[in-house]
């Protein structure tokens, strides 16, 4: 037997995996409730109780973990225009696994310093200018950023023309600065995969420590990203396969968590219709985002403010009724449905959650007027043609009926310039392991590709 120990420190909970790589078999899996607030290892070693242990011992051969623990990775990006530079710094900070609580543009001010101040971000991202373009405003915010109270990581992936001279007044506050490659180097071309592996370099080496995580790297090899990133990896190595061993081909995973939703995205997105025109910037082929307004627990006051009325409607709940819910979920955050009334609106807020977060993700089309009759644009990927969607998280493994839940991923016909999947096939994470095999990818890629393929049942 071989086995390979893999953690995830979640947001909420501490996630168990154990695998054996010559089986290709889960030997196990639990869960407790993270313990940031103490000692990291309190809730691994509980989840890892629960597991059966051999007669033998365990003996690891690997022990791998990823953590979205005390936050996440929280950061901010400054780009030069908002369509452009300072979006495309935005998507460098997803890509890498990122909360990205604010994104400025254009100079910053010192209304936006203390906004900064007060979000206490893990990791600043300073773009602005293509090569050889705009010079003022990256050298501007470096300037203005090397006057905050605190010292911070700073990523520079701006104008290459300026981004030492950046770096030289940004390191009279701030440490560590790294220089990555321009996530625009030309104008509407992308450019992230740098800024990207930049961003997870500092996680590992500097966030790691800061949020006590570093109690963890004693037992474990090291905390190798964030758990967003594992997932993200998982998610690319099911679609498209590995060697000999095929994917599923383009897909959706949405991540139902605590604090965020999350949706993942591995497809190319063109216009599936003939005369559309693509407007804006070029869509990654592996693209997330994270939705912070729509979490089940720590979010769940924001949920239900986005939600609205339709939430109230869909209940037949009172708004005193929905209040009294909600300091349940304060109260223990850990807290799982323990009546049919609790699981009804857990699975209310899981569909709008998972409807809101997909309309957010994927593109949109509109009809535009020209002096040569009508015209559609499309922004954003038109995912209409994909034929996967998983689903992942807590409420839908807690649920008799995560179906329910993730149709709210499907094109809703009322709205039809928001480009969701019209008829795909729906699959579910049931043990929980996509981050592990994320994790299980950088030291055995096949076998996680064909343990995703044998545990992630559809439904």
Wanted: aromatic share 6%; hydrophobic share 45%; net charge negative.
């Amino acid at each position: 037997m071989q086995a390979v120990l893999l953690i995830d420190f979640g947001s909420t909970y501490t996630k168990v995996t154990i695998v054996d790589l010559e089986s290709e078999n889960i030997l196990g899996t639990a869960r407790a409730g993270t313990t940031i607030e103490t000692n990291i290892m309190d809730g691994m070693n509980s989840a890892l109780a629960q597991i059966p242990e051999p007669a033998e011992g365990w003996n690891f051969v690997r022990k791998l973990a990823c953590s979205s623990a005390a936050g996440g990775l929280k950061m901010i990006a400054s780009g030069l225009v908002k369509e452009l530079t300072a979006e495309a710094a935005r998507r460098a900070a997803l890509g890498a696994g990122a909360r990205v609580l604010e994104v400025f543009s254009y100079e910053l001010t010192q209304k936006d310093l203390d906004r900064i101040i007060v979000s206490k971000p893990d990791i600043l991202l300073l773009a602005g200018g293509t090569d050889g373009g705009n010079r003022e405003v990256i050298l501007k915010n470096a300037e203005m950023l090397s006057t905050l109270p605190v010292s911070l990581p700073v990523v520079i992936a701006g104008n290459k023309v300026v981004s030492g001279q950046a770096a030289d007044i940004l390191g009279k506050r701030h440490t560590p600065v790294v220089i990555a490659d321009n996530v625009m180097p030309e104008l509407g071309v992308l450019s992230v995969e740098s800024a990207r592996l930049a961003i997870r370099e500092v996680y590992l080496t500097h966030i790691i420590q800061a949020k006590g995580l570093d109690k963890a790297e004693e037992f474990l090899e090291r905390i190798m990203m964030p758990t967003p990133s594992a997932v993200l990896s998982a998610a690319e190595l099911l679609a498209q396969g590995y060697g000999s061993e095929p994917g599923m081909g383009e897909l959706i995973i949405v991540d139902v968590g605590g604090a965020t939703t999350d949706v993942h995205s591995i497809a190319k997105g063109d216009p599936s219709k003939p005369s559309v025109m693509l407007k804006g910037l070029p869509e990654p082929y592996v693209k997330r985002t994270v939705e912070g307004d729509l979490g089940m627990r720590y979010s769940s006051e924001a949920l239900v403010e986005t939600a609205g009325k339709p939430l109230l409607d869909n209940l037949g709940w009172t708004d005193d009724q929905v209040l009294d819910q909600l300091s349940l979920y304060k109260e223990d955050p850990w807290r799982i449905p323990q009546t049919a009334e609790e699981a009804k609106f857990d699975v209310a807020m899981g569909r709008i959650a998972v409807g809101l977060a997909v309309d957010r993700h994927v593109g949109t089309i509109e009809v535009v007027y020209t002096p040569f009759g009508a015209s559609y644009v499309q922004n954003g990927k038109d995912l209409t043609p994909l034929a996967v969607v998983i689903g992942t998280g807590g409420v839908l493994l807690h649920h008799s009926d995560p179906l329910e839940i993730l149709r709210g991923a499907v094109f809703n016909p009322q709205e039809p310039t928001i480009l969701k999947p019209q008829d795909p096939s729906f699959y579910l994470d049931k043990e929980y392991i996509l981050a592990a095999m994320g994790l299980l990818r950088e030291v055995s890629p096949q076998v996680a590709l064909r343990m995703m393929k044998k545990y992630i049942v559809k439904l």
